[in-house]
């Protein structure tokens, strides 16, 4: 079946700091690839996508590269800020979707501190 | 502004009162779903509507009930709610339950069933 492992949290960072959250999945076929984080309070909100093997998504300074080959999409930032601090889930979407359905990891908190 | 709106974003209740958690979106998205978040669980879909008077069944369906009367709306009924349903719900909707695409989540409804 289909499923999405991301690494457990919290992760706790200062300011400046690298980051990468480690998201592996299982699927069959050819899935697209998400990241969606989640600010205290809010709804999750898309922040990056790789649909195709090789891709890479970017947005805010995050990215993501789609490797078929280890079956990962890896979450990394050069400088993380305090603003970043949220619950970042990693998900995917089956190439053959029934019910437009997003399978999500169970989520890795992040606190970034100053 | 684009966006999904629940309503109750909190309550409180106790087993076997009937609730309604509505959600209504203004983006005239054919997609529309129901997530529930536990901890460590990530989120995992409860029911989807692919379009008015189109429901089916997610993966943890049971003890829900959806309807899907206009486009823009998609409340979640709980008949007779039990302790273990005690959740954050969130709705999403999208232009169309593709694989490639976007959801855009509601700021979730959190219940607690006593």
């Known amino acids: 079946g289909n499923s999405v492992t991301q690494m457990e949290g919290p992760v706790t960072l200062s300011e400046e700091a690298f980051l990468t959250i480690n998201c592996t999945y299982t699927a069959t076929g050819y899935p697209s690839l998400f990241w969606y984080v989640q600010y205290p309070g809010e709804g999750l909100q898309l922040l990056l996508k790789a649909t195709k093997a090789d891709d890479k998504g970017s947005n805010k300074g995050f990215e993501a590269t789609y490797r078929k080959e280890t079956t990962s999409f890896h979450l990394e930032k050069g400088s993380v800020q305090v603003s970043d601090s949220a619950v970042y889930f990693c998900a995917l979407s089956p190439f053959y979707n029934q019910g437009g359905k997003l399978i999500f990891g169970q989520g890795t908190e992040l606190s970034v501190k100053p | 502004e684009a966006q999904v709106t629940q309503n109750p974003r909190y309550l409180i209740t106790v087993t076997g009162k009937k609730l309604t958690v509505t959600c209504s979106q203004n983006m005239n998205h054919e997609y529309m779903s129901w997530y529930r978040q536990d901890p460590g669980l990530g989120l995992r879909q409860i029911y989807y509507s692919m379009n008015v008077e189109v429901t089916d069944k997610g993966d943890v369906p049971e003890g829900y009930k959806v309807s899907r009367k206009e486009k823009r709306n998609f409340p979640l009924i709980l008949e007779s709610p039990s302790p273990n349903q005690t959740s954050l719900y969130f709705c999403?909707?999208?232009?169309?339950?593709?694989?490639?695409?976007?959801?855009?989540f509601g700021e979730g409804s959190r219940l607690t069933v006593l």
């Open positions: 999403a909707s999208s232009p169309s339950g593709s694989n490639t695409g976007e959801l855009f």
